[in-house]
T-cell receptor, first 110, second 114 residues
Framework: GQNIDQPTEMTATEGAIVQINCTYQ??????LFWYQQHAGEAPTFLSY????GLEEKGRFSSFLSRSKGYSYLLLKELQMKDSASYLC???????????FGTGTSLTVIP | NAGVTQTPKFRILKIGQSMTLQCTQD?????MYWYRQDPGMGLKLIYY???????DKGEVPNGYNVSRSTTEDFPLRLELAAPSQTSVYFC?????????????FGAGSRLTVL
């Protein structure tokens, strides 16, 4: 199986910055993806990294270190609507398979 | 443009019954996937397909079957429903030769086996 680890829960304050970490161990690595999932809804794509470094998309940024098997998602200027589960996923180069971690439930408080 | 459409949205089955979850995509994506998500958990890959006529097992294929006769359709079959198959099922698709190659998900099908 795939070893993809994320913290189970996090709480942060509105307007603050939060970093959600993800570590992975896999063969045939071909990208690290982040998805957001609100309760009762389908996951939606946020960001991805194939090469090492930081990718910035508005309030969301994602970082990857392939040598360390490590990624993080950075959320800036937190809003109440950011309360959701954040899923880390590894893409493998065989069959274009995507494997997910258990997700991090983020609660944003006033 | 509907994207990925799953039916039914909700279903209750009795132990031992069979059913098929339908999934259709209209984006001409070559890759399609079935995931299940148990409460408070991430997504587990059941089966995937790299194109019409080709399917392969994911992490948790036992108790399920799939087929891919067309590019658009990827149904998931449960032959003998068991309580352990109570879950939310998501179908997804992707186009491997597109830029980000992201997964597009359907709205999900909530299945309860009693």
């Amino acid at each position: 199986g795939q070893n993809i680890d994320q913290p189970t829960e996090m709480t942060a304050t509105e307007g603050a910055i939060v970093q959600i970490n993800c570590t992975y161990q896999t063969s045939g690595f071909n990208g690290l993806f982040w998805y957001q999932q609100h309760a009762g809804e389908a996951p939606t794509f946020l960001s991805y990294n194939v090469l090492d470094g930081l990718e910035e998309k508005g309030r969301f940024s994602s970082f990857l270190s392939r040598s360390k098997g490590y990624s993080y998602l950075l959320l800036k200027e937190l809003q109440m609507k950011d309360s959701a589960s954040y899923l880390c996923a590894v893409r493998k180069n065989t069959g274009n398979q995507f494997y997910f971690g258990t997700g991090t439930s983020l609660t944003v408080i006033p | 443009n509907a994207g990925v459409t799953q039916t039914p949205k909700f279903r209750i089955l009795k132990i031992g019954q069979s059913m098929t979850l339908q999934c259709t995509q209209d984006m001409n994506h070559n890759y399609m996937y079935w995931y299940r998500q148990d409460p408070g958990m991430g997504l587990k890959l059941i089966y995937y397909s790299v194109g019409a006529g080709i399917t392969d097992k994911g992490e948790v294929p036992n108790g399920y079957n799939v087929s891919r006769s067309t590019t658009e359709d990827f149904p998931l079959r449960l032959e003998l429903a068991a309580p352990s198959q109570t879950s939310v099922y998501f179908c997804a698709s992707s186009q491997a030769d597109s830029g980000a190659n992201v997964l597009t998900f359907g709205a999900g099908s909530r299945l309860t086996v009693l």
